[in-house]
Nanobody
């Protein structure tokens, strides 16, 4: 059974930082592209960032570029999202996802095969 478990969410003031982690129970973690999505109140789930299998390639939504950094540690089966300069509009449930296949840095929801349960991030103004 594949499990993706996010952690690190919480409440932070605007301008602050928060780091998310996602631990994967995937036996072959290194063959999966990994990504982060988020869903704010009353909004659809949207792409945030993704990283390729080796960690050499990343892709970001324009709204987080320059503020968020995605990384992965294949030895620990974990992907990370470091979020700096947080804004109230970053408030959302953040989801980790895994994509199997040849797509380098997947960013479309349908490209992902497995999803975590999400972790809440709240940014106060």
């Amino acid at each position: 059974q594949v499990q993706l478990v996010e952690s690190g969410g919480g409440l932070v003031q605007a301008g602050g930082s928060l780091g998310l982690s996602c631990a994967a129970s995937l036996r072959t973690f290194s063959v999966f592209g990994m990504g982060w999505f988020r869903q704010g109140p009353g909004k659809e789930r949207e792409f945030v960032a993704s990283i390729n299998r080796s960690g050499s390639g990343t892709y970001y939504a324009d709204s987080v570029k320059g503020r968020f950094t995605i990384s992965r540690d294949n030895a620990k089966n974990t992907v990370y999202l470091q979020m700096n300069s947080l804004k109230p509009e970053d408030t959302a449930v953040y989801y980790c996802a895994a994509a199997y296949g040849d797509i380098s840095v997947p960013y479309r929801r349908y490209e992902y095969n497995y999803w975590g349960q999400g972790t809440q991030v709240t940014v106060s103004s």
